[in-house]
């Protein structure tokens, strides 16, 4: 079998790779939503790939990964990764969880990151009432993570929150110090949310990146009596093209809150200091930025070998993104807690997707599936019509 192209088409905000065979079989692989611009990046590697069996993952891999980086230039290269897989799947008739060592779990743990209801202020009553919101979701979530401080609008719209000029639109970039006043805000909105949740609903805290250590380390053990789940990318994350192990190695050996980073990170070679360093409690590779799925299992086994968790992130990375979450988070070991589980956005998705349960999530879990490759596909006649002139030959062999 050989690569006879290599396509990428926007189907609403998310670049969707489809890689072409002599064979009859195509495969998926979707960047998330957040990336249009990541088209042409795509496109790039199509001349290095063609020609290659796509079967043979990690020889075409070998072809293309250093040419990837931290988030966002490496989601290119994960989406072709995901997509060589979705055709060996199919070309061996199994599921991509069998070629990648077989299921550990029939079901896999999701949390609600990206089921979300709109802010009305973020004083502690706003968070309560968004909290009781998202604890009634029918898929029953058992972690629900929230957006706070630097993550958030309290740099923008709370005054005294800290001492930097956070305006409008620079949430990725602010960072600084926090006032007193603005640390005190936050432990009274986590408080109230967890006032909700109980010891029903595990809370996880999405934080920025932007914290100074000491502020983020009198945060951390100010939470401990509340048992967070996790604070997540307090100093690095997101867009930063560096892991900063050191200072996360301080602030995780001052608290016993778990501390987590890594959906901004390509390659295991880049978490290899956070493990040995013993930086961090817990990680969260996005299989569309680490380098694909098979990147994200050697993580997770690295960081069990050094006893970290595994909660791959995944909010933005639409329904063929869950379809590959589903099929790489069976596989993972005992330190796996949940991924991050993604939507379909806009809601038309759903319509032009298929092999997706129906319902997708019940209490909190997801039921692998066994159809060959990721055992969901686009649906051509249904998704052509969101197709932008330039790619009405998406679908074309």
Known sequence: MKITDLKCALIGSNPVVRIVTDAGIDGYGQVELSKPYLKPHVLFYRDLILGEDPTDVERVMLRIRKLGSFKPWGSAVSAIEMALWDIAGKAANLPVYKLLGGKVRDRVRVYNG????????????????????????????????????????????????????????????????????GLKHIVACVAAMKEVLGDEVGLALDCGPGWMVPDAIRLARALEPLNIMWLEDMI?????????????????????????TGEQIYLRQHFKELFEKQAVRIVGPDPCDVG???????????????????????????????????????????????????????????????????PLVVDSHIAVWDRPGMGVNLIPEAAARYLAPEDVDFFAW
Not at 137 to 157: A, L, T, V
Not at 294 to 305: F, I, Q, R, S, T
Not at 331 to 345: D, H, K, M, R, S
Request: glycine share 8%; hydrophobic share 40%; aromatic share 12%.
């Open 114 to 181: 990206a089921v979300r209801f709109p802010l009305t202020g973020y004083e502690p009553e706003d968070f309560t009432a968004n909290m009781a919101l998202m604890k009634a979701r029918p898929e029953n979530f058992c972690i629900i993570k929230q957006g706070i401080s630097f993550h958030s609008r309290m740099p923008q719209d709370r005054p005294e929150f800290f001492m930097f000029d956070a305006r409008a639109g620079q949430r990725h970039f602010a960072r600084g110090p926090l006032t007193e006043r």
């Open 236 to 260: 690095t994350g997101d867009y930063n093209p560096y892991v900063m192990a050191d200072l996360y190695r301080e602030l995780t050996h001052s608290t016993t809150t778990p501390i987590h």
């Open 292 to 358: 694909g799925l098979a990147e994200l299992k050697w993580v997770a086994e690295y960081a069990d070998l050094h006893g970290i968790m595994m909660a791959p992130h995944g909010t933005n990375d639409g329904l063929l993104g869950l379809a590959a979450l589903v099929q790489v988070s069976a596989t993972l070991p005992e330190n796996y807690i949940a991924f991050e589980c993604p939507i379909g956005n806009p809601a038309w998705w759903y319509g032009i997707v298929e092999g997706l349960p129906d």
